[in-house]
């Protein structure tokens, strides 16, 4: 009996503990001058994301910045309702996401990324290349065999078998495959029309593989695939790369460098909203499969402590920021963009109010 | 206030036929009620009771809230999602009958196999092993039971699928090969592999509440056909027999838990919402669509669509349960019967 009681008063003691937590940790909400900032989208950019928010947390330690990877299309969602501070997308919003938020959107593009084409085919040493055309009629379910004359055409002296190809693609709505068959819509016009771009396209072959991983572990496991995934994920587990041809007629390796240069390769025809698809770009050394990711925030700023404590955190970011972009497999951003993306940055206000100034 | 105690106590003797899981209460809570009487014994019925009132609460709330998000795409589709087979979220085509397909007949290739399978471990563990067989055998299947899904979706893909693809596809399109079940390429990802993972992910749910049936069987029904002069095998039929109903319930649990899972799944079914014949080729469920495609998903009618699945795997769900409880009802009357 009495070692009943004694677990009873230790059950009791538990609660008490548990509550005095629990009270503790709602408490400290708001102490002081502690700025909250809430943002959220797209997965592609996260490992940066989450590098710049602890290396800004430790120069402004006041500022609690907070980004969860929700995916592209649920930052659109909640920067539309309003219920986050910023948002992330690796598309740009439509028009008509963009009409329907209750105010003017800025896109302000942070990093560059790219999608590359990687194989499992055996007896093949140097790396396969690819004409666009050919990358298409492959995930069109047009070319069927690996010895097939077109891949042979880019690919002199290479031992090409016998083989069906079989076809990876994502299966899980993605920007890596929104962006692919962004660039498969521009180089090819059946595409296009039967196809289209997309997170989540109605692929006409091949398997889905859930993820960056879900689609490497298939190419690597089954002999005869092709595949795509994101460039940070391909360098990172050393999967073989094919060169693709670009706009200019050179094959180019899917590098950091390259990416840089497809984005520099288009401010000209960037628009003024920075809202702008950079595959199939120009440029002698642009790799033609390449993307911005961007921050998605108002114009006009509710609340004029958080409104400048995004500002600033957006300023640092595609400055310092953009020198962690290298060591996590991003393309930074080149100058020419910086430049215009400082002007998107500037034009941010609160209560008609610019909010970045005296620096 | 005395009639309103009788009316409780009334009910709580109504309510005995429920069995009610008594050992999750803890001893001392339960003691200090139950002998004070009327008083106590109101309290506890009220207290079971809300606890069910909040299932059945739970439930209706989430049809609700399905058909609600749903009606968009319920609208504009009408019942033809029901019947196209056609997903293009890019054109904004919805269909669900390629992933209705997808997650029946994988449930029922996993049934397929882990029902035999299940039900030789549980006669094993309860009839003929010893116990110092029959506890760490349990206790490992048990363990399999506790494996997160995603991991049985990276074995899957990193040894089960090149296993099938190596040794056992090419096997099968030999032999069967004349069957349209296994005819076309072999990739080692597919129906037949999604089918495959779900029958080891659900093989411990039915052979763990299968063991715990036959185990409930009354030893003097063996006794007694021992006794008859029974073999081994017939006092085992006895049981069997027996504990058809609670083995029918066991099965029900496993197809539940075949129906709605979904990372396991999606790594190795390929994902490709299609209806083929053959178990080789690519196929896709309903749930895996939805864990795929849901963070994407920015249109108003893409969403609506997706939630409508949602609702479509409740339905499919609660009709397989309900066409499984009327089997298992005519079944285990006609034993019954017959055995009388």
């Known amino acids: ?114 999608v590359v084409i990687t194989y499992n085919l055996s007896g093949v040493s140097q790396p396969l290349h690819f004409s666009p055309d050919v990358v298409a009629d492959i995930f069109m379910g047009k070319i069927k065999k690996w010895n097939d004359a077109r891949i042979k055409a880019d690919n002199a002296g290479a031992n090409l078998s016998d083989t069906d190809i079989t076809v990876v693609h994502r299966s899980d709505g993605s920007g890596t495959s929104a962006v692919f068959t962004d660039y498969l819509s521009k180089i090819s016009a059946e595409w296009k029309e039967k196809v289209g771009a997309g997170t989540s396209p109605n692929w006409p072959v091949g398997i889905g593989g859930k993820g960056n991983e879900g689609v490497t572990g298939q190419v690597k496991q089954t002999p005869n695939t092709i595949g795509y995934v994101e460039l940070a994920y391909a360098v990172q587990n050393n999967l073989p790369t094919a060169p693709i041809k670009n ?29 702008v698809s950079i595959t199939d770009a120009g440029g002698a050394t642009a790799y033609p499969i390449s993307s911005y990711t961007y921050i998605l925030a108002y114009k006009a700023q509710t609340d004029e402590t958080k409104g400048k404590a995004l500002v600033d955190f957006l300023w640092w970011g595609i400055h310092d920021g953009e020198a962690f972009a290298k060591d996590l497999r991003y393309a930074p951003l080149p100058a020419d963009i910086v430049k215009r993306a400082e002007a998107k940055i500037s034009s941010i206000t609160a209560g008609g109010k610019p909010l970045r100034g005296g620096q | ?19 009610f899981p008594f050992f999750l209460l803890p001893s001392a809570f339960s003691r200090r009620l139950s002998p004070t009487g009327n008083k106590g014994d109101a309290i506890f019925h009220l207290a079971i009771s809300a606890t069910s009132v909040i299932v059945v609460l739970i439930v209706i709330a989430m049809i609700m809230a399905l058909a609600s998000h749903a009606t968009v795409s319920i609208r504009q589709f009408g019942f033809s999602f029901l019947t196209s087979r056609e997903w293009d979220p890019i054109k904004g085509h919805f269909g669900s009958l390629a992933f209705i397909y997808g997650t ?77 079940l296994f005819q ?28 715990d049936v036959l185990a409930a069987v009354p030893r003097t029904q063996r006794e007694a056909a ?43 079914i390929g994902n490709r919402p299609q209806i083929s014949a053959s178990l080789f080729q690519p196929s896709y469920t309903l749930a895996s669509v939805i864990a795929n495609e849901f963070t994407e998903a920015t249109a108003d009618i893409y969403l609506s669509s997706l939630v409508e699945l949602g609702l479509i795997l409740f339905l ?18 006609g034993t019954l019967g017959a055995a009388a």
């Open chain 1, 1 to 114: 009996m009495p070692s009943l009681k004694i677990i009873r008063r230790g059950k009791i003691a538990l609660a008490l503990i548990s509550l005095a937590a629990f009270a503790i940790a709602s408490c400290s909400g708001n102490p002081g001058s502690e700025i909250r900032l809430q943002g959220a989208g797209a997965t592609f950019p996260n490992p940066l994301y989450q590098k710049w928010l602890s290396e800004y947390g430790k120069l402004h330690p006041n500022i609690k910045i907070d980004y969860q990877s929700i995916g592209s299309g649920g930052g659109i969602k909640q920067i539309q309702a309003r219920t986050i501070d910023f948002g992330a997308s690796d598309s740009p919003m439509k028009d008509e996401d963009l009409k329907a938020a209750p105010g003017e959107i800025l896109h302000v593009p942070t990093v560059l990324g790219a």
């Open chain 1, 247 to 275: 706009k200019a007629g050179n094959f180019i390796e899917p590098t950091i460098d390259a990416v840089t240069a497809a984005a520099a390769g288009s401010v000209a025809t960037t628009p003024e909203d920075l809202r």
């Open chain 2, 1 to 19: 206030m005395k009639e309103r105690s009788k009316k409780v106590k009334g009910k709580s003797e109504e309510g005995k036929f429920f069995p």
């Open chain 2, 104 to 180: 029946i007949v994988s449930s029922l290739i996993a049934l397929f196999i882990s029902v035999p399978l299940s039900l030789g471990i549980a006669i094993f563990l309860v009839e003929q092993a010893p116990p110092v067989i029959s506890r760490p055998i349990t206790f490992l299947v048990e363990l399999l039971a506790a494996i997160p899904s995603v991991v049985y979706g990276l074995w899957g893909i990193f040894v089960l699928a090149p296993f099938l693809r190596l040794h056992v596809e090419p096997l099968l399109a030999r032999w069967f090969g004349w069957l349209p």
């Open chain 2, 184 to 211: 076309g390429p072999i990739t080692g990802i597919g129906l037949l592999t999604g089918g495959i993972i779900l029958a080891i992910m659900v093989t411990p749910i039915i052979s763990a509440v299968g063991r």
């Open chain 2, 226 to 268: 021992l006794a008859l002069g029974a073999t081994k095998w017939e006092s085992t039929r006895v049981v069997l027999v027996n504990g058809a109903p609670g083995i029918a319930g066991a099965v029900i649990l496993g197809l539940g838990r075949a129906l709605g899972e979904t990372m396991a799944v999606t790594m190795v």
């Open chain 2, 316 to 333: 499919v769900t609660f009709v397989v349960n309900a066409v499984a409880r009327l089997l298992v009802w005519r079944v285990t009357r």
